[in-house]
């Protein structure tokens, strides 16, 4: 958790460098200025409502697992299915080269179009889908390859397949096995960030954000619906709920915010490519200079960490 | 036998001196009626069961200090971290008065109690969640309560039995709940690494962001009878797939017929069960030759 402040604008500060350091916009690694801010005339994405972040979160351009492997990585090889029953799209996974090294990358795929949407059933993975990522993540780890996994999921599929397949096991055996890891792990939020689906892959060294991404305990309809049994007012749990990249970087829930183009991630898909990539190398990079139980023990303790400050002794 | 049974009635007697507190005596002025089968229980005779239906087997909710003391060696359990309560760390509209609320209502700091006890004499670290606070819902107190009693165990090479129970992650606590299923699985993970014993017991209803962290995770998985469990609530998935669900879905004996759990345990067979495989695993219950570093 980030140490609490009371100087808002130092907080500010803090959190300006951090994304800057981030996408890796400093400038001494020569990073394209037009990559690095929006242009002059769009609007300034700070001043974006939550909800208005969760629509763009949500928009079907936005580029996803498929499109950022074709466009960071090169000789991907797909693996396919989990071993058990059946292969699950709404998982892709394998392993390609990242600036020559192989590595593997597993992400949330919704699909482009309708066809692969629906047989990605919307990005929501059954519980065979997470197994696949399992069997793919224990390959990394004998093979030593470090993982890099894109998030975007609104949240595990809840259906009565899914149940009858332990969707609840699935999921737990996931954020465990990427718990045990001695890789190196970047996970990237790149849209929605839905719930234990999303933390299933999300259990990394490092966590970036988009941007315009989301990353939440359950949708925002959803909450309202438990919260206030009123699924219309969404909006309002958008505001509460502390789900943009921002509040998540202030929480210490993630490490760093990956500034997207003017617009949004779908208006201009090459100009962020740039900056995913340099951030993720910027991470590898550190990362790949610890020893394998330095890389346990790092996460570990990044976990164990959470919301260690968000609690008290206090009169029962 | 006859052992057994007066050891029964010690408890028994134990466990009313127990409810005497001002806490709990509005409820010993009414009587229940069972969901199950429809008939009126006196709070006496439901107490005197274990709060099991005498007639259908109907197994009521325990809270969690007197599930421990059914579970436990009389007089062996010590309490850790009774007082950590949450720090509202959303600053969540109306929160705070809420968890004061419950704080005084239920004498608890949040939803979760951990601490050390025995089993027919064996060493153990437990705990039990509590649906009286929130549903038993996870934040940052019942993760962080959870992940010192797993390090803790793993320190002390003791077993650890968890009482699961919890409608999932507590709302008010957000991102930061959805955090503590990456914390509680990880500190599972590592105890497991070292050769600790895990027995998950999941009682009802264990749901949501519980089912899919460290409840699933047992070494052994044992569940109460007709305790729902699942990782979506009955009616979010109706919603999804727009029908109704099969009568007895998502329930313990559902769950052990697809291979999630080991054994359905009535209440009253429980502490005789974690006695017998406490001791399947050996002294105290962990494997003390893998209990190297990585």
Not at chain 1, 28 to 47: C, F, L, M, S
Not at chain 2, 167 to 191: C, D, N, P, W, Y
């Amino acid at each position: 958790m980030t140490e609490p402040t009371t100087d808002k604008l130092a907080n500010t500060e803090a959190l300006a460098e951090r994304v800057t350091a981030a996408a890796g916009m400093t400038a001494t690694d020569g990073a394209p200025a037009e990559v690095a801010r929006p242009a002059a005339d769009a609007a300034p994405t700070d001043v974006l409502t939550a909800a208005q972040r969760v629509a763009l979160a949500r928009q079907p351009g936005r580029p996803g697992v498929a499109e950022f492997i074709k466009a960071l990585f090169g000789d991907f090889f797909e693996q396919r299915g989990d071993r058990s029953q059946t292969d699950d799209p709404s998982i892709m996974g394998g392993i390609a080269r990242f600036h020559g090294r192989p590595v593997t990358v597993i992400g949330n795929r919704k699909g482009a179009t309708i066809e692969e949407r629906i047989a990605c059933n919307f990005g929501m993975a059954s519980p065979e889908g997470y197994r696949k990522a399992q069997r793919i993540m224990r390959a990394a780890e004998k093979f030593g390859r470090p993982i890099i996994t894109f998030v975007d999921t609104s949240g595990a599929y809840p259906g009565l397949e899914a149940e009858e397949h332990g969707q609840g096991e699935a999921i737990a055996r996931s954020i465990e096995l990427m718990s045990s890891l001695t890789v190196p792990v970047v996970s990237v939020i790149t849209g929605e960030g839905g719930s234990g689906g999303a933390l299933a892959l999300a259990v990394g060294n490092r966590v970036l954000m988009l941007e315009n991404a989301v990353y939440s305990v359950l949708s925002p309809e959803g909450f309202a619906s438990i919260l206030w049994k009123d699924a219309s007012r969404a909006d309002e749990a958008c505001e509460v709920m502390k789900l943009t990249a921002d509040d998540l970087l202030e929480l210490g829930v993630i490490d760093g915010i990956i500034p997207e183009p003017a617009g949004g991630a779908h208006e201009n898909s090459q100009a962020l490519f740039q900056v995913v990539d340099t951030a993720i190398s910027r991470e590898l990079a550190e990362l790949e200079k610890m020893s394998r139980p330095a890389l346990l023990e790092d996460r570990y303790r990044k976990f164990r960490a959470m919301g260690a400050t968000a609690v008290r002794r206090g009169r029962v | 036998m006859a052992g057994i049974l007066a050891e029964r009635r010690q408890r028994l007697l134990a466990l009313k001196k127990l409810r005497g507190g001002a806490a709990t005596e509005s409820r010993r002025t009414a009587a229940t009626t069972c969901p199950s089968c429809g008939r009126d229980l006196p709070e006496e005779e439901l107490d005197a069961n274990q709060r099991v239906c005498p007639y259908c087997g109907h197994h009521f909710p325990l809270p969690a200090r007197e599930r421990l003391h059914i579970i436990l060696d009389e007089g062996s359990f010590k309490e850790l971290d009774p007082n950590l309560v949450s720090r509202d760390p959303l600053d969540f509209p109306g929160y705070p008065e809420k968890l004061k609320g419950l704080n005084a209502k239920t004498h608890l700091g949040d939803a979760v109690v951990t601490g050390l006890g025995k089993i027919g004499g064996v060493r153990v670290a437990v705990a039990a969640l509590d649906t009286g606070f929130l549903m038993a819902s996870m934040g940052a107190v019942v993760g962080e309560k959870l992940a010192r009693l797993i390090e803790r165990a793993g320190k002390s090479h003791l077993p650890l039995i968890i009482f699961s129970a919890s409608g999932g992650a507590r709302m008010q606590e957000g991102i930061v709940s959805l955090m503590q299923m990456a914390k509680t699985s990880a500190a599972i993970q590592r105890f497991s690494d070292k050769g600790g014993l895990y027995i998950s017991v999941l009682t009802h209803p264990t749901t949501g962001g519980v089912t899919a962290s460290f409840a699933s995770l047992g070494d052994i998985m044992l569940a109460e009878p007709g305790a729902l469990i699942g990782f979506a609530g009955p009616r979010v998935i109706e919603q999804t797939i727009g029908e109704k669900l099969p009568e007895g879905f998502q329930s313990a004996e559902f769950q052990l017929e697809h291979g999630f759990l080991d054994a359905v345990v009535p209440r009253a067979r429980m502490r005789s069960m974690l006695i017998r495989v406490l001791a399947l695993h050996g002294k105290g219950g962990v494997n003390r030759d893998r209990t190297h570093d990585r």
